[in-house]
């Protein structure tokens, strides 16, 4: 009899102190990642008491009915520790994505995403082909957890891109006109026929290929160029530099370019799973004892419109050439020598087109609100353009801004030609100026000699 009642003593205590040390071992786990702290960390000292009552309970209970109780306690509470030890290294073993990102990315329209294939040597498009169908800027801030009202009446439309990604929906063997840019050029949320591209051809009766991406700099738009504009009519290139972004943009491929000419190695961009279940629980957890509220529009400024008062999201500024740095500036002198270069070897005329954003535009005929940040409120016309002309015309790029044709036409019709309200871009009637104005200041019919390099 006392040998039993000695083995049971043993066999509890050794359950005890083992689920005491699993509590332990638990609370240890939970600060192993940052992520796991954030949202447990609140857990490990809890765990740290309730193994030491585990511990101090296997050597200070002796009552057989205590020990039977506190011994199934052990058991049950060990039993979820390792249950749960072994569904989170299941999930990170299988590498299963508990925020199934790459399944959200297809449902946001495309040209919100983020180009992904590599191309080039350090840049990156879109993949294609592919069709997308819906209101695209209320989809986006629905997506972002935004309030979508000021976009409740966007018409559905159906977007499509080409097999390199681009916004060709026509497929064209030959073209005369090549347009690389940004999502200023790309224009993902108008119809294919209400592109300034698609416009600007069907006025000049010329083939345009539109090879616009969202979320790119001037040195990949080179590489689309270099890469997918050749063909035996091609006679002009344009590249869109928006000032908005596209210095930041040009900095970050720039020192991407330096790196892989130093080293050979290129960026990766790949999605990065989310596989730990703890996270996502916790995570949980948090959007359920803080519901997010959709945010309501930033309202920097009011525009007095012809209809009435608008409000304006201003988005990005411009920088102003005080505050570039050397290598920004190396960048501009970079990538204007390789477009001149470019333009010479392959024998067509190279253009710069300088689009301002919607600050520069209003600059002097809004009014920013009490919430507009200190940016805004200071925010003078940059001198920008007057640095990116002299650049193109030291190497033989042909310059047109739209700066002042934009700033005239909105004085002049008091209607905004960009979207008012968190989307930056063109509106329609922005994007059918685009052409105007190209129509007007291009001189796509006149064969000029190819770009000569300049000296930098």
Not at 259 to 285: D, N
Request: hydrophobic content about 40%.
């Amino acid at each position: 009899m006392n040998k039993k009642r000695e083995t049971e003593s043993r066999v509890f205590m050794v359950l005890h102190a083992g689920c005491g040390l699993l509590c332990v071992l638990a609370s240890v786990g939970l600060g192993w990642r940052p992520e796991l702290e954030l949202h447990w960390g609140w857990a490990r000292k809890p765990l740290v008491a309730i193994g030491l009552i585990f511990l101090l309970s296997g050597i200070l209970i002796r009552r057989t009915h205590a020990a039977r109780i506190t011994s199934r306690l052990c058991v049950g509470w060990s039993s979820l520790l390792i249950a749960v030890a072994i569904g989170e290294t299941a999930f990170r073993v299988a590498r299963y994505d508990f925020r199934r990102q790459e399944a959200r990315w297809h449902c946001c329209p495309p040209y919100y995403r983020q180009p992904m294939l590599p191309t080039g040597k350090v840049f990156f498009r879109r993949a294609g082909p592919e069709q997308w169908c819906g209101p695209v800027i209320r989809t986006y801030l629905e997506f972002a957890g935004c309030d979508p009202t000021p976009y409740a009446s966007e018409e559905p439309i159906t977007v499509k891109y080409d097999r390199f990604g681009f916004r060709n929906e026509i497929e064209l063997r030959d073209w005369d006109v090549a347009v690389a840019g940004d999502s200023f050029t790309e224009l993902g949320h108008l119809p294919y026929d209400q592109l300034f591209t698609t416009i600007l051809g069907r006025r000049l009766n010329l083939r345009v290929l539109n090879l616009g991406v969202g979320n790119t700099g001037p040195l990949t738009q080179l590489s689309y160029l270099e890469d997918y504009a050749k063909a035996p009519s091609l006679k002009h290139v344009l590249i869109v530099f928006f000032e908005g972004n596209d210095i930041g943009d040009l900095n970050r491929e720039y020192m991407a370019l330096l790196e892989f000419e130093a080293t050979g190695k290129r960026p990766v961009r790949q999605f990065r799973k989310q596989t730990s279940m703890l996270r996502a629980l916790g995570e949980q957890i948090r959007k359920i004892r803080y519901p997010v509220v959709p945010a309501g529009p930033p309202v920097d400024a009011v525009f007095p419109g012809k209809t009435g008062v608008v409000q304006v999201t201003l988005g990005l500024l411009p920088p102003t050439q005080a505050e570039l740095s050397e290598l920004t500036r190396d960048a501009l002198l970079r990538f204007a020598h390789d477009y001149s270069e470019f333009a010479r070897k392959t024998g067509v005329q190279p253009w710069l087109v300088y689009m301002p954003c919607k600050a520069s535009v209003l600059s002097g005929q809004m009014q920013p609100t009490e919430q507009a940040p200190d940016s805004v409120r200071t925010f003078k016309s940059t001198d920008l353009p007057v640095l990116v002309a002299e650049l193109c015309a030291r190497h033989g790029i042909r310059f047109v801004d739209l700066t002042p044709s934009f700033r005239e036409e909105t004085r002049r019709t008091g209607e905004l030609l960009f979207n008012a309200l968190y989307d930056t871009h063109l509106n329609v009637r922005g994007s059918a100026f685009v052409a105007e104005q190209l129509v007007k200041q291009l001189d796509l019919g006149d064969e000029k000699p190819a770009a000569q390099p300049g000296r930098d």
